[in-house]
């Protein structure tokens, strides 16, 4: 998922008043400093410019890029080439804004991207010079989702249910769920849960992690699906106002961000935590997004442990095949590096 600057700012625009929240005790677990065991790749910096989303399988380093020309930017680590791909416009094989960044299947030579300004999704697979757009596709009815080949799981939008699952053809299946526990309605809760998502194909079951607080969600897909645990460290502060057509919620800058990157693998979840009020963010500017802790989870919603960098990360991204936890990060001198962290380094 993509959260921008620009996005931050118009939603800061609208904060006011306050509700309840409970004490933020996520930072209070065990944490692990990884700043020792983070290692450069060999992505050439001059080639990134401002990235928001990272992916990796394989050989590949795919990012996301606000300033580019074109949206993603594909490095083979093993061949060295930069490739970029889907150039920004309104046309059909052009994007408007990259909100999701992910593999749509456990191939590991397949990945896409989803518009969410147009509701399509655009499929890119492997061949021996790079990657080919093979088709694009709508998908409709969803603030976040993930893919499970020929499944798509995720947040549902404008509902009367918290998620969904639909085929690929955008046929949605089933719609389950709602905000009861935390006493909010489905468009009040829609507004203010729902963040990135991810997904553990083996045990059918994908996380939602939300921006605008620290929540998550662990879900089941089979059969009609199941929220099967939820964790909320703290509700955000905001007001309930009466739109003409909606209600929709106005936060208080005071108000805690949540998650600002999400990845996983089978055994885990990594996520990345801001923790900002939204006041610090954006007194912050351009490094509104950035973050320092990596919380880490397992796929049963139980804490494992906090890993803590002393450089600052806009996104990361699990590579499953080279058991890597790659990065963004922001060097000293203030431009983009992708590095990364192997796992066994640190793991106890």
């Known amino acids: ?53 990272i992916l990796s399988f394989g050989d590949v380093i795919i990012l996301s890029e606000e300033l580019n020309q074109k949206s993603i930017t594909v ?3 093993k061949t060295k080439k930069i490739s970029r791909l889907l150039p920004k416009g309104r046309a059909a094989n052009e994007v408007i804004n990259v909100h999701i960044l992910a593999q749509n299947s456990s191939r590991d030579n397949e990945f896409y991207v989803f518009d969410d300004s147009k509701q399509k999704m655009f499929n890119f697979s492997q061949n021996n010079e790079g990657f080919d757009l093979i088709e694009m596709k709508d998908i409709n009815g969803y603030s976040t989702f993930s893919v499970d080949d ?10 009367d249910a918290r998620f969904g699952i639909s085929t690929i053809e955008d046929v949605i299946t089933s719609k389950f769920g709602d905000y ?28 939602s992690f ?6 998550f969600s662990i879900v089941s897909y089979l059969n009609k699906g199941e929220l099967i645990y939820n964790k909320t460290y703290k509700m955000p502060e905001f007001n309930t106002n009466k739109g003409e057509k909606a209600s929709f919620p106005t936060f208080k800058m005071t108000s805690t961000l949540g998650f600002v990157s999400l990845t996983s693998c089978d055994k885990y979840i990594y996520a990345l935590y801001s923790g900002e009020t939204f006041k610090d963010a954006m007194s912050s500017g351009a490094n509104a997004l950035l973050a320092n802790v990596i919380c880490v989870f397992d796929w049963d919603g139980d804490f494992i442990t906090n890993l803590e960098s002393d450089i600052k990360i806009r996104s990361i991204a699990f590579n499953e095949q080279q058991q890597k936890l790659f990065g963004v990060f922001l060097s000293e001198s203030g431009h983009y590096e992708v590095s990364y962290i192997n796992i066994t380094d640190i793991q106890d």
């Open 1 to 53: 998922m993509n959260i921008t600057l620009p996005t931050l700012i118009i939603i800061s625009l609208l904060f006011s008043c306050t509700n309840n929240s409970t004490e933020n005790t996520l930072l209070s677990g065990t944490t692990k400093n990884i700043t020792n065991k983070i290692q450069p790749t060999s992505f050439p910096i001059d080639s990134i410019g401002q990235p928001n989303n």
């Open 75 to 77: 490095f083979n680590d």
């Open 150 to 159: 020929t499944v798509v799981v995720g947040n549902l939008k404008g509902s």
């Open 180 to 207: 009861s526990q935390f006493d909010l309605t489905c468009e009040i809760g829609n507004a203010i849960l729902p963040g990135m998502t991810t997904i553990n194909r083996a045990q059918k079951k994908f996380a």
């Open 210 to 215: 939300s921006f605008f607080t620290p929540s």
